[in-house]
């Protein structure tokens, strides 16, 4: 299985670069819940983290992901910084514009200011800061590979705990994706405050409470 590098980190480093930050975002196709983007720098491209299995959120398992995670967060050679806009604001906004927002929210959470940014995808964001988007950089790049992985189990616990609030749902199950499962449940009881009004939900139920 390929995995990803820091193959385009480095050609941005030698060209000066310093701070270079991967970013992607997790929740962009749910129809329930906010959309979570992270940011990543590594301080040290040669960190043995390299070796610990980093690699598209997708292609990890829930307890690989819980790992890396707190490894990540509390390695001091990795800066990073979280993202989130709330479903209300996908709704007046649109996805694509909140995923937008999430990662420059994301980029201001973080200690220091990157100087160059990679994004996940085939979009910039509007900033000052140069970037390079690459679609599916998540497979790619190694910044952006951690920066799933801390947005994807970052999102995954906010919606946990929608879970224990709407369990009727089984938001546990599929996170807010539009699974079998969860269209049937969303058919049987309608969209409780968290959904996304703005999204097609195929025929169910428009009562909230």
């Given at each position: 299985?390929k995995?990803?590098s820091f193959?385009?980190?480095r050609?941005?480093?030698?060209?000066g670069?310093?701070?270079?930050a991967?970013?992607?975002?997790?929740?962009?196709?749910?129809l329930?819940?906010?959309?979570?983007?992270?940011?990543?720098?590594?301080?040290?491209p040669k960190s043995?983290?390299q070796?610990l299995?980093?690699?598209?959120?997708?292609?990890l398992?829930?307890?690989k992901?819980?790992?890396l995670?707190k490894i990540?967060?509390?390695?001091?050679q990795v800066?990073?910084?979280i993202?989130r806009?709330s479903?209300?604001?996908?709704d007046?906004?649109?996805i694509?514009e909140?995923t937008k927002l999430a990662?420059?929210?994301a980029?201001?959470?973080?200690?220091?200011?990157?100087d160059?940014?990679?994004l996940?995808?085939n979009?910039?964001?509007?900033?000052?800061i140069?970037q390079?988007?690459?679609?599916?950089?998540?497979e790619?790049v190694?910044?952006?590979?951690?920066?799933s992985i801390?947005a994807?189990v970052w999102?995954?616990?906010i919606i946990?705990?929608?879970?224990?609030k709407?369990?009727r749902?089984?938001?546990?199950?599929?996170?807010g994706?539009?699974t079998k499962?969860?269209?049937?449940?969303?058919k049987?009881?309608g969209?409780?405050?968290i959904y996304r009004?703005?999204?097609?939900?195929?025929?169910?139920k428009?009562k909230t409470y």
């Amino acid at each position: 299985m390929k995995v990803p590098s820091f193959q385009v980190e480095r050609k941005l480093w030698k060209k000066g670069y310093k701070k270079v930050a991967g970013l992607d975002e997790v929740g962009r196709g749910c129809l329930a819940g906010p959309v979570v983007a992270a940011a990543v720098v590594f301080k040290n491209p040669k960190s043995k983290i390299q070796n610990l299995g980093v690699n598209d959120s997708k292609k990890l398992s829930p307890k690989k992901r819980e790992e890396l995670f707190k490894i990540l967060i509390k390695n001091p050679q990795v800066e990073w910084g979280i993202g989130r806009v709330s479903e209300k604001i996908i709704d007046k906004i649109n996805i694509l514009e909140a995923t937008k927002l999430a990662m420059k929210r994301a980029i201001k959470k973080m200690e220091h200011k990157p100087d160059f940014l990679i994004l996940d995808g085939n979009f910039k964001i509007d900033s000052p800061i140069s970037q390079k988007s690459i679609i599916k950089g998540d497979e790619k790049v190694f910044s952006v590979a951690a920066a799933s992985i801390l947005a994807k189990v970052w999102r995954d616990r906010i919606i946990i705990r929608y879970h224990k609030k709407y369990p009727r749902y089984g938001f546990d199950r599929h996170k807010g994706y539009s699974t079998k499962y969860h269209r049937k449940m969303l058919k049987k009881y309608g969209r409780c405050v968290i959904y996304r009004k703005s999204f097609n939900y195929g025929g169910s139920k428009t009562k909230t409470y």
